[in-house]
């Protein structure tokens, strides 16, 4: 079976703080793609990054550093000095060989300023 | 950077009433795919479509619902007889032709669609 659960329904956090987004997936496919979305309140998905199962090398894009273990199948996603413009919903998904991806429920953030 | 364009942004539709999605995708992708998502819920697949046929549809992708390519350019998802529960946010994306299967996604920035 093909899962993704976001346990965090709801994160909130003061300006400047870090904050760290679980992801942990379910896949029996051995060659899959791990992403994470930004929902804003506008609505639209927009891509943050794309991770295929062959690459455990961490990533860091300006604040925004993501971690993959496959070892505990997870690929947690971490602002660090969190902004207001950060707010909005994360999604993780996955894609294996197949066409579907799919994605977890999302975790609402809310940064205060 | 090419886009997946969308259109409308947001349609307000009686119930019982047929309704039009529209999708551009990015001009050298051959591969086209719906997704919804309900108000505040997962994003949810619905159908995928290659080579002018669905190459894979989920349970919700019912009689209800159809798919086409009209013009080579447009991707279009129909939807008959709309119900209450058919109000979501529907995303249409797009895929490279490439041999690499899971790379090169762009999603549209979605139709909210309400069902009044």
């Known amino acids: 079976a093909q899962k993704v659960t976001q346990a965090q329904t709801e994160i909130s956090v003061v300006e400047k703080e870090d904050v760290t987004l679980d992801c942990v997936y379910e896949?029996?496919?051995?060659?899959?793609?791990l992403f994470w979305y930004k929902q804003p309140p506008s609505g639209e998905l927009v891509f943050l990054i794309r991770r295929n199962s062959f690459d455990e090398q961490n990533e860091i894009s300006g604040r925004y550093s993501w971690n993959f273990q496959k070892s505990t199948s997870s690929f947690n996603f971490t602002i660090t000095a969190s902004q207001v413009v950060d707010s909005a919903v994360y999604f993780c998904a996955l894609k294996g060989t197949g066409n579907q991806f799919y994605f977890g429920t999302g975790t609402s953030l809310t940064v205060i300023p | 950077e090419p886009e997946v364009t969308q259109t409308p942004s947001h349609q307000v539709t009686q119930m019982g009433q047929e309704v039009i999605l529209r999708c551009v995708p990015i001009?050298?992708?051959?591969?086209f795919y719906w997704y919804r998502q309900i108000l505040g819920q997962k994003v949810e697949f619905l159908v995928s479509?290659?080579?002018?046929?669905?190459?894979?549809k989920s349970e919700i992708f019912d009689d209800q619902f159809s798919v086409e390519r009209p013009d080579g350019s447009n991707f279009t998802l129909k939807i008959r007889s709309t119900k209450l529960e058919d109000s979501a946010m529907y995303f249409c994306?797009?895929?490279?032709?490439?041999?690499?299967?899971?790379?090169?996604?762009?999603f549209g920035s979605g139709t909210r669609l309400t069902v009044v």
């Open positions: 479509f290659y080579n002018n046929e669905i190459s894979e």
């Open positions: 001009s050298n992708h051959l591969y």
């Open positions: 896949t029996r496919d051995t060659t899959y793609y």
């Open positions: 994306a797009s895929k490279q032709n490439t041999l690499r299967l899971n790379y090169g996604y762009t």
